[in-house]
């Protein structure tokens, strides 16, 4: 049974710039009658950071839980790093994309360092066992954690917690990452950190899907944004394209008004007030 | 002028390495275990209606491994008393104690709660079905080790039932959990109770004694045969650790960094069930060793499986053999039920349990 025997050690080659990483295809999504995700079409490149922002139950999660193989479409293909994603093994997939979700409750109060060294489960076994120490001191030095890797997952602050659960998905050096709402937990510092970490990893040639709800953070740090609504893609491409005023208030179904930032020239979305 | 911030480190920087754990605190616990296991075994087998010094008790093993330091009891019943009663009874204590201590960290881990234990989700009592059927209709198609096969066999159906019946969306919520084993153990205690009635004198009294726990009239047979089960179970839970610290994170995160968590749950509930089935099956139901142990533990050297797995093997064994060595001594010419004494220490110590999850985490749903 391979649950008790070592995994062989079949590693991934790191991706070319533009390769698709992950991709659906026409998928649809239906759960209890509900139709969730119906006919969205969506690739992640490597190199890329693709911001996917939506209103509340447009189906941004989702369409990341399909994106990282965890939810069968009900039609539709989905396929991670050139192949169909129900044919990975669950640790080859491990080795290939990283998944932060939205809560990352810990069931017992491990510290912090452990729950970073969780991340390098999938290499347990592999050459790649030996870049442990450096992954982790660099995952948790990248989320400002050195100082509190021997505290305790409970007794950390809710912003401590997500950074946490963002390091362990870090050391984990997938070269896929999905992350789901990255940034709802944290302080205008950290969410800046977190993006900018999006980006070295994206030009270190990782391709980053990022769920995102603040657009010009959106705006300001994607290389692409693609907009949900209800289900199906609104629209796609550079921030520039994306960031209309027509689209965004049809899609919120809120009157919304876009500036220009008088410093960087890129797009600021603004409710009207 | 505008206020500059130095930019978010990214990983190109000098590494600092994070501060490292205490090691020397796990040698510590596993030093003091070791120790107090080898005293406790020497105080139980030397203690009793029949004193023996503790020097003799050394000195009757070291002479059966060939090694003549210390003098054996000259008198042959003394002798005899130790290697067919007391010996036996200490090993048997050891190993159903360690086996609860492992089976409780496996199910706590593997439920990702810390509540359960194999007596609260009702195994035990499921066992001791299983164990009341082959009393009451005299079963003996299996010989000597009918009882413990029946025990074995509803052991395993009852957890599998709790495991399927306590789940919801991947993960058993603490109270379902409960709840679940209230049901449970409600229906096995209504089973027990009719094979009871159903029973005849000797059978009742059989299956009174069986429920209370206890571990007189412990043989080398016994020893036998769950000594080998123990092996797999504890080496079968050191394979599965590393695994089993994740399933902490909850059973997504998990599989996305590659577990397989449906067969590492069904492993693991397979290996809780053969070996509590067979040490409950000879030892009758003892509770709360599985819940107490495995706490005690995570709060000296934190939740890691590698190191709480045998360190629970050793605390439960001490704990058992602790309580064992009460059950005998504490009245003169009666042995007590150890199942009582284990219960009168695990109730209050589940009640603050309880009280102190409560407080820091403002309770659980």
Redesign the interface.
Known sequence: ????SR?PARLPEPPAEGDVLAEADAVVVTIGGKRLLDGVSLRVHAGEVLALVGPNGAGKSTLLSVL?G?LAPSAGTVSIHGRPAPSWS??????R???L?QH????????V???VE??R??W?GTPAEDDD??A???????T?L?AF??R?Y?TLSGGEQARTALA?VLA?SASLLLLDEPTAALDL?HQ??VL??AR?RASEGAGVLVVLHDLGLAAAHADRIAVLAAGGLAEAGPPEDVCRAELLSGVYQHPVEVISHPRTGKPIVLPYR | MTATVSPPVTSGGDLVPPPRRRPARVAALFTVLTVGLVMVSIASAAVGQFGIPASQVVGSVLNRIGIDVLAAPADPFAEAALWDVRFPRVVLALLVGGVLGVCGALMQGCFGNPLAEPGVVGVSSGAAVGACLSIVFGWTFLGAFTTPALAFATGLVTTLAVYVLARSKGRAGVVTMILTGVAVNAVANAAIAFLVFAGDQAAREQIVFWQLGSLAGSRWAYVATIAPLVAVCVAVSMLLARRLDLLALGDRQARHLGVDVESLRLVTIVVVAVAVSAAVSYSGIIGFVGLVVPHLIRMITGPGHRVLIPASLLGGALLLAAADLLARNAFHYADLPIGMLTALVGGPFFFWLLLRTRRREGGWT
């Open positions: 049974m391979r649950l008790l995994a990282a965890d669950t640790v080859d997939l491990a080795r994309r990283a998944v979700p990352n409750p810990v069931s017992f109060p491990f510290d360092l452990a729950v969780m991340g489960a999938p347990e120490e450096r982790v001191a660099a995952a948790l030095a990248d400002e050195t890797a021997t305790t409970p362990r984990q510092r800046e950190q900018a970490l070295a």
